[in-house]
């Protein structure tokens, strides 16, 4: 077991890494299931083809039978995956609706934080909306694969002390991308032409150091704001779809920090947008 200095596991289970969104716990149960029927549907296909290969192998005493199949075999082996993938279906509709539903009840009905990612080839063009929190004016800043968010806060049961919901306006200017943000079990397509809608809450800030420290706002934001920027950790965002030459290198830093910080930063790259816009 690995733990972090404010008690989180970082443990890897198995196969992922740990989830830190709200939602990431119910997507990893749904990916176990899959991962598990599809491997052992594919096991004992596999296996009784090898079966069949060697049991019916070449042999000059036997003679060629005529068949025409059999139709209860045929039945069987399309109404048990069809009833399998129903379920999963089922299994699966409520995760969806969270995730992805705008209409569904258990869809975030408030975001914190709204941003707007425009994925170009090769990088992740993420706009804030600045002090006033509103897109379109003199105060919006946009910064080349940084996305920083504020995290949202828990209490030792996991209760949510305070929500923190992030929503990505995603879309592309080129070709199609895809937001990939493992530790948070996202994954979207950025489509050009068309304005996605994608959110998330990271309920674990970014681990900033050996001693697990977070920096505080008003030590470190004076000058130029990257002290964000400059934490030594981040969660990697990565483009999962095949979008070019340099689709291995279009990779985002997330950082989870909290709040104070988050808007700290905010401030000092919106004061400084605003100045340029008003200075010419
Ligand atoms: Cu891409």
Same mark, same amino acid.
């Given at each position: 077991m690995q733990v972090r200095p404010d008690g989180f596991d970082v443990t890897w289970k198995w196969w992922l890494p740990p989830a830190h969104s709200s939602f990431g716990d119910d997507v990893d149960l749904?990916?176990?299931? %899959?991962?598990? $029927? !599809?491997?052992?549907?594919?096991?004992?296909? &596999?296996?009784?083809?090898?079966?069949?290969?060697? /049991?019916?192998?070449?042999?000059?005493?036997?003679?060629? %039978?005529? !068949? /025409?199949?059999s139709h209860s075999l045929e039945v069987a082996w399309t109404v048990i995956p069809a009833v399998i993938l129903v379920a999963?279906?089922? =299994?699966?509709?409520? !995760?969806? =609706?969270?995730? #992805?539903?705008? =209409?569904?009840?258990?869809?975030? @009905?408030?975001? @914190?934080t709204t941003v707007k990612i425009i994925a170009e080839q090769f990088a992740w063009k993420v706009t804030y909306p600045g002090n006033d929190k509103e897109f379109g004016t003199d105060d919006d800043f946009t910064e080349t694969n940084i996305l920083n968010?504020?995290? &949202?806060?828990?209490? =030792?049961?996991? +209760?949510? %002390?305070? +929500? +923190?919901?992030?929503?990505?306006?995603?879309?592309? /200017?080129?070709? $199609?991308?895809?937001?990939? $943000?493992?530790?948070?079990?996202? #994954? @979207?397509?950025?489509?050009?032409?068309?304005l996605g809608n994608v959110w998330f809450d990271c309920q674990r800030a970014t681990y900033a150091?050996?001693?697990? #420290?977070?920096?505080?706002?008003?030590? /470190?934001?004076?000058?130029?704001g990257r002290t964000l920027v400059d934490w030594e950790e981040s969660y990697e965002i990565a483009c999962a779809e095949l979008c070019g030459l340099g689709h291995s290198q279009m990779r985002m830093q997330l950082k989870a920090v909290p709040r104070a910080d988050w808007e700290a930063w905010v401030k000092v790259k919106s004061d400084a947008a605003k100045a340029r816009a008003a200075g010419g």
């Amino acid at each position: 077991m690995q733990v972090r200095p404010d008690g989180f596991d970082v443990t890897w289970k198995w196969w992922l890494p740990p989830a830190h969104s709200s939602f990431g716990d119910d997507v990893d149960l749904l990916f176990y299931w %899959i991962f598990w $029927i !599809t491997m052992l549907t594919f096991v004992g296909v &596999e296996g009784l083809m090898l079966y069949f290969c060697f /049991k019916y192998r070449r042999n000059p005493a036997r003679k060629t %039978i005529y !068949t /025409k199949g059999s139709h209860s075999l045929e039945v069987a082996w399309t109404v048990i995956p069809a009833v399998i993938l129903v379920a999963l279906g089922v =299994a699966s509709a409520k !995760t969806w =609706a969270t995730t #992805k539903d705008p =209409a569904n009840p258990s869809f975030p @009905q408030e975001f @914190q934080t709204t941003v707007k990612i425009i994925a170009e080839q090769f990088a992740w063009k993420v706009t804030y909306p600045g002090n006033d929190k509103e897109f379109g004016t003199d105060d919006d800043f946009t910064e080349t694969n940084i996305l920083n968010v504020p995290f &949202e806060p828990t209490n =030792a049961d996991g +209760e949510v %002390i305070t +929500e +923190e919901n992030v929503r990505v306006l995603l879309s592309s /200017k080129d070709v $199609i991308h895809s937001l990939f $943000i493992p530790v948070l079990r996202v #994954k @979207q397509d950025a489509v050009p032409g068309f304005l996605g809608n994608v959110w998330f809450d990271c309920q674990r800030a970014t681990y900033a150091g050996p001693d697990g #420290k977070h920096l505080t706002a008003d030590s /470190k934001y004076s000058e130029d704001g990257r002290t964000l920027v400059d934490w030594e950790e981040s969660y990697e965002i990565a483009c999962a779809e095949l979008c070019g030459l340099g689709h291995s290198q279009m990779r985002m830093q997330l950082k989870a920090v909290p709040r104070a910080d988050w808007e700290a930063w905010v401030k000092v790259k919106s004061d400084a947008a605003k100045a340029r816009a008003a200075g010419g």
